[in-house]
């Protein structure tokens, strides 16, 4: 069955049938909408399946077009699948983003650092407590008489002083100041650490911060730095 003309609606032969913008056109009527002149596949532009000659095609706007309802609807569908996409995204990492966060090498360099800076401070806090923890227990404190000869004192300041004397030396003396009893056994870690075990009092307690403490062992009469957790004020 032939077609029928996109502009006439006859019958179109074969042999004259002009097949173009979709559509079946005889050789004379595929003419230029506005000033009717023939047109062939070569000179032809077409505008919502019409065609149209070079002179009279129609001038797009496209800055309308960037404005029309289809457009703004288009960019609304984008900014909330946009937004779809990103609660997805935070829903599967929540509850998990930290702990992946915490094993970072950064965040563990970072980590290092910090505690290499509240070494340093912790030394320095313990030589400063140290100086100022040395002078109750020096011979002339008026309590040693209750437990040394003035002659013994004497020859105390005479010798030069080792450190063994000076941990050995207030064992039987009276404690002052504040005084804690050990909840669990402590094995020093350091040099400038006390080593003690469950029930031991510690005495002439100096609080340095809030993780370390300085003073004696009444059991021993070793003196040094201690963990505030080991203890309990007695």
Partial sequence: MNPMCGR????VYPTEKVNCLDKYWHKGCFSCEICKMTL??????????????????????????????????????????????????FEKNKGKGFSVVADTPE?????????????????????????????????SNPNQG????????????????TPEPVR??????????????????????DDDEVSFLDGDMIVDVQKIDDGWMYGRVERTGQQGMLPANYVDEF
Avoid: W
């Fill in 40 to 89: 062939n596949m070569k000179n032809y532009k077409g505008f919502e399946k019409r065609p149209y000659c070079n002179a009279h095609y129609p001038k797009t706007n496209f800055t309308c077009v960037a404005d029309t309802p289809e457009n703004l609807r288009l960019k609304q569908q984008t900014k909330m699948q946009s937004q779809v996409h990103y609660k997805e995204d």
């Fill in 168 to 189: 050995e030396a207030p064992a039987n003396r009276p404690s002052s100041g504040r005084r804690y009893r050990a909840v669990y056994d402590y094995t020093a870690a």
């Fill in 8 to 11: 006439c609606n006859q019958v």
């Fill in 107 to 139: 965040l563990q360099r970072i980590k290092k650092t910090q505690d290499q800076i509240s070494n340093i401070k912790y030394h320095e806090d313990f030589e400063k407590m140290k100086t100022g923890a040395d002078a109750p227990y020096q011979p």
């Fill in 146 to 161: 209750s437990y040394q000869q003035p002659a013994a004192s004497q020859d105390y300041h005479q010798r030069e002083p």
